[in-house]
């Protein structure tokens, strides 16, 4: 099983990004996906979730309104897009998959997770 995560990378203040993460190797319409992120020195946190239909989401409540995840299960691929990003966001941004989770408790049942993409937003 593989998450390949991409699109991250440098962005001002205020702007936008759109991550992908393209999955092999699983059924992927059968997981939760999630994005998480970890800034140096802190934990790893929860950002957004979608269910396997992608007919429900969940944000944490500091993207929420922000950031908006989908997903296209013909592509095998779940998107983040992230708008009016800030300097705080600068984190490491990992995809994640668990097929027995709820969206609010992705966190404690991982089953995948991808590798990483760095996203580094300027002031």
């Known amino acids: 099983v593989q998450l390949q995560a991409s699109g991250g990378g440098l962005v001002q203040a205020g702007g936008s990004l759109r991550l992908s993460c393209a999955g092999s190797?699983?059924?992927?319409?059968?997981?939760?996906m999630g994005w998480f992120r970890q800034a140096p020195g802190k934990e790893r946190e929860f950002v957004a979730a979608?269910?396997?239909?992608?007919?429900?989401?969940y944000y944490a409540d500091s993207v929420n309104g922000r950031f908006t995840i989908s997903r296209d299960t013909a592509k095998n691929t779940v998107y983040l897009q992230m708008n009016s990003l800030s300097p705080e966001e600068t984190a490491v941004y990992y995809c994640?998959?668990?097929?027995?989770?709820?969206?609010?408790?992705?966190?404690?049942?991982?089953?995948?997770w991808g590798q990483g993409t760095q996203v580094t937003v300027s002031s």
């Open positions: 979608i269910s396997k239909s992608g007919g429900t989401t």
């Open positions: 190797g699983l059924t992927f319409s059968n997981y939760v």
């Open positions: 994640a998959g668990c097929r027995w989770c709820s969206l609010w408790s992705m966190m404690t049942a991982i089953d995948y």
